[in-house]
């Protein structure tokens, strides 16, 4: 990997950004999965920022769990002195294995599971700690204060807010549901948070076209009839799912393992999905009409099938695209990019195909 770093910082040059480092991950027996995914959320630069600065405001009493792996990992690579290399992301892998026997086989396994746990697992724990502090705070009030019921802390919570973690802030988004009563044309809205969305794909389309049909209109009818509470009974009625509240960081999973009924198992969709560099949200509401998103990430599944296979990233980082394939680390040209959205053809020699990508908002908000 010497060669392959010097080779990089002479790709750079007096280009190479200062204070940045590109490292690589040892593989595991099978951890690209879990290597690909990393990649992409060090380069997720708000993300990053946010893991460091929870690091140091918490070393002295931090407890060994996930979140603590993981930024002890990020503060290795950040704190480097060679600005190139290979790094053991051991420790962040074993706390995986011990804590969900999911990731503990050699088998192939799925990145976006694996980004779906990591960010649960970080949201559990952030949660966790913020009660610990709330908790704190209402035992060391003084006694008089929660004798004179001034300062009674609800315990099941009447006014219990949702607590939100700098995870949510980078990530959560809103959808809302709606469904439109044909008969009354009363529409009741559900709104439901998201940190990434799952999108059906299908052959030679493009993310623009994969997010219209996530929030396409179905009618509901026959067996599929909605209950009404204004006419107090089902009625056919119309359903849609639209972008309230659109994330900072844009996480879009292209569905493309797909169980075949007459298979009777999943199959890999190479299909070409395009997805752009620059990327405009239309299926909003209102308040956020024609967002954009700039893409910084990709992680990309390479293989036929969905048993087996290899997981590599491609990140932009200061206006330079590079290529993540476990301990190795090389640039790349921008137009590579699309050399991952799929193939057009059913069978291509083509198997590295775009699999989660990750898009930062242009709007500070």
């Known amino acids: 990997m010497g060669a392959a770093g010097s080779k990089l910082e002479k790709a750079l040059g007096d280009q190479f950004p200062e204070g940045e480092r590109y490292f690589g991950f040892e593989?595991?027996?099978?951890?690209?999965?879990?290597?690909?995914?990393?990649?992409?959320?060090?380069?997720?630069?708000?993300?990053?920022?946010?893991?460091?600065?929870?690091?140091?405001?918490?070393?002295?009493?931090?407890?060994?769990?996930?979140?603590?792996?993981?930024?002890?990992?990020?503060?290795?690579?950040?704190?480097?002195?060679?600005?190139?290399?290979?790094?053991?992301?051991?420790?962040?892998?074993?706390?995986?294995?011990?804590?969900?026997?999911?990731?503990?086989?050699?088998?192939?396994?799925?990145?976006?599971?694996?980004?779906?746990?990591?960010?649960?697992?970080?949201?559990?724990?952030l949660e966790k700690e913020a009660q610990g502090?709330?908790?704190?705070?209402?035992?060391?009030?003084?006694?008089?204060?929660?004798?004179?019921?001034?300062?009674?802390?609800?315990?099941?919570?009447?006014?219990?807010?949702?607590?939100?973690?700098?995870?949510?802030?980078?990530?959560?988004?809103?959808?809302?549901?709606?469904?439109?009563?044909?008969?009354?044309?009363?529409?009741?809205?559900?709104?439901?948070?998201?940190?990434?969305?799952?999108?059906?794909?299908?052959?030679?389309?493009?993310?623009?076209?994969?997010?219209?049909?996530?929030s396409s209109t179905e009618t509901l009818h026959a067996e599929d009839k909605f209950f009404c509470d204004k006419c107090c009974s089902l009625q056919e009625a119309q359903k849609r799912m639209k972008i309230k509240k659109p994330p900072h960081i844009l996480v879009i999973h292209l569905k493309r393992f797909k169980y075949i009924e007459q298979l009777g198992r999943y199959k890999k969709l190479s299909y070409r999905v395009v997805f752009p560099l620059e990327l405009k949200l239309s299926n909003t509401v209102e308040e956020y009409v024609d967002i954009e998103y700039s893409l910084f990430a990709v992680v990309v599944h390479v293989g036929s099938g969905p048993n087996h296979g290899h997981y590599v990233?491609?990140?932009?980082?200061?206006?330079?695209?590079?290529?993540?394939?476990?301990?190795?680390?090389?640039?790349?040209?921008?137009?590579?990019?699309?050399?991952f959205f799929g193939s057009s053809q059913e069978y291509s020699s083509n198997t590295d195909h775009g699999y989660i990508l990750l898009y930062e908002s242009l709007v500070t908000r």
């Open 313 to 339: 990233s491609l990140v932009k980082s200061h206006n330079h695209w590079l290529f993540f394939d476990d301990e190795s680390v090389e640039m790349i040209e921008e137009s590579a990019v699309q050399t």
């Open 27 to 125: 593989n595991f027996g099978n951890t690209c999965y879990c290597n690909s995914v990393l990649q992409a959320l060090y380069f997720c630069a708000p993300f990053r920022e946010q893991l460091l600065q929870h690091y140091a405001n918490n070393k002295a009493d931090a407890e060994d769990n996930l979140l603590t792996c993981l930024a002890d990992l990020f503060s290795q690579i950040s704190s480097q002195k060679k600005k190139t290399g290979v790094i053991a992301p051991k420790r962040f892998v074993q706390r995986l294995k011990k804590q969900n026997e999911l990731f503990r086989s050699y088998m192939h396994q799925d990145a976006h599971e694996f980004l779906n746990y990591l960010l649960n697992e970080l949201v559990e724990i």
């Open 133 to 214: 502090t709330k908790t704190d705070n209402a035992t060391s009030s003084s006694p008089e204060k929660i004798a004179n019921g001034l300062k009674v802390p609800q315990e099941n919570g009447v006014h219990k807010e949702p607590i939100v973690t700098w995870v949510h802030k980078i990530f959560q988004g809103i959808l809302t549901n709606e469904t439109r009563c044909l008969r009354c044309e009363t529409v009741t809205a559900r709104d439901e948070t998201f940190l990434d969305l799952s999108l059906d794909i299908e052959q030679n389309s493009s993310i623009t076209s994969c997010l219209k049909n996530f």
